[in-house]
């Protein structure tokens, strides 16, 4: 079963299920997005979507139009009131689908799941997603310095959050 969380215009966010497994690999493993995350490996994405959702979440991000996949989010710390968007990845890129699905999200994780707070890390060079997460209404909190290891190389990120009531100011 597809369990569709917010739908859009003409976006929606449905739960990911098995057969969703490839799709998320193949977007994590693409060259223009696996230099911007850390990859998880197809195990913990089977526990994830086998588990009840309530601490951790992959959604797929779909077409109304056409149910075609176009993005894949990941949720964690979601049995707190301050859940993580680990994983933000739009497979068709250049149409406004980062923008309309993160809008959708963060629909979803205030008005319909009322969580006091969300945040992101993001590596420094990702000119693209910072200024999307900022112009959003993500607030730039802080930059952990050298702390992931890609490559032979330290990298850093900028951690990025949103309280509700910034939310419900701008939305």
Not at 52 to 63: A, H, M, Q, R, Y
Not at 108 to 129: L, M
Not at 139 to 164: A, K, Q
Request: proline share 2%; aromatic share 10%; with cysteine.
């Amino acid at each position: 079963m597809n369990e569709i969380l917010i739908e859009g215009q003409r976006l929606k966010l449905r739960r990911a299920n098995l057969d969703d497994l490839n799709y998320i690999m193949t977007l994590q493993a693409a060259p223009e997005n696996l230099k911007f995350i850390v990859p998880f490996d197809e195990n913990y994405h089977r526990a994830i979507i086998n588990s009840d959702g309530s601490e951790k979440l992959d959604i797929i991000v779909e077409e109304v139009a056409t149910s075609q996949s176009v993005g894949y989010f990941m949720l964690r710390e979601l049995d707190s009131p301050c859940a993580e968007y680990t994983h933000v990845i739009i497979g068709k890129k250049g149409i406004g689908y980062g923008r309309e699905s993160l809008n959708l999200l963060l629909k979803w994780t205030f008005d319909v799941k009322k969580f006091h707070r969300v945040w992101i890390d993001c590596k420094d060079y990702n000119s693209v997603a910072l200024h999307l997460y900022e112009s959003l209404g993500f607030v730039r909190e802080g930059v952990l310095r050298e702390i992931i290891l890609t490559g032979g190389v330290y990298e850093n990120l900028i951690v990025l959050g949103m309280i509700d009531r910034e939310y419900f100011c701008k939305h």
